[in-house]
Nanobody
Framework: QVQLVESGGGLVLPGGSLRLACAAS????????MGWYRQAPGKQRELVAG???????NYLDSVKGRFTISRDNAKNTVYLQMNSLKPDDTAVYYC?????????WGQGTQVTVSS
C-alpha cells in the first residue's frame, strides 16, 4: 500500500516562502509521475506542478517563476518550493502519485497566505 505524507504547510505573510515535502512509503522511481495539487474553498482541485520519472516538469501558469518542484530519489521525497506567495495561493495542497493504472493521494497540508 502506497502512502504519501505531506509536511511543510502553514501560515505565511504575502511575499513569503514555504517548502512542502511529500514523503513516499516506497521508491519514488516506481511512480510514473508525481505532483502537487491544491484546492481552495469553493474551487476545483487543480494541478500546481508535476514531475515525471523522465524529468519532465510542468507548472500551473499562475505559479511559473515562483514555485519549483524537485525530488530526492534517495529520500523518496518530492518537494515544492514556493516563493513570493500570494493570498490566492491559499489552499490545501495535496501530493499525488501515479503508479501503473492507479493513483495515490496524500492527506493534504494547509497553506495560508495572509497578513
Amino acid at each position: 500500500q502506497v502512502q504519501l505524507v505531506e509536511s511543510g504547510g502553514g501560515l505565511v505573510l504575502p511575499g513569503g516562502s514555504l517548502r512542502l515535502a511529500c514523503a513516499a512509503s516506497g521508491s519514488i522511481l516506481s511512480f510514473f509521475a508525481m505532483g502537487w495539487y491544491r484546492q481552495a474553498p469553493g474551487k476545483q482541485r487543480e494541478l500546481v506542478a508535476g514531475i515525471t520519472t523522465g524529468g519532465n516538469i510542468n507548472y500551473l501558469d499562475s505559479v511559473k517563476g515562483r514555485f519549483t518542484i524537485s525530488r530526492d530519489n534517495a529520500k523518496n521525497t518530492v518537494y515544492l518550493q514556493m516563493n513570493s506567495l500570494k493570498p490566492d495561493d491559499t489552499a490545501v495542497y495535496y501530493c499525488h502519485a501515479v503508479k501503473g493504472l492507479e493513483d495515490y493521494w496524500g492527506q493534504g497540508t494547509q497553506v495560508t497566505v495572509s497578513s
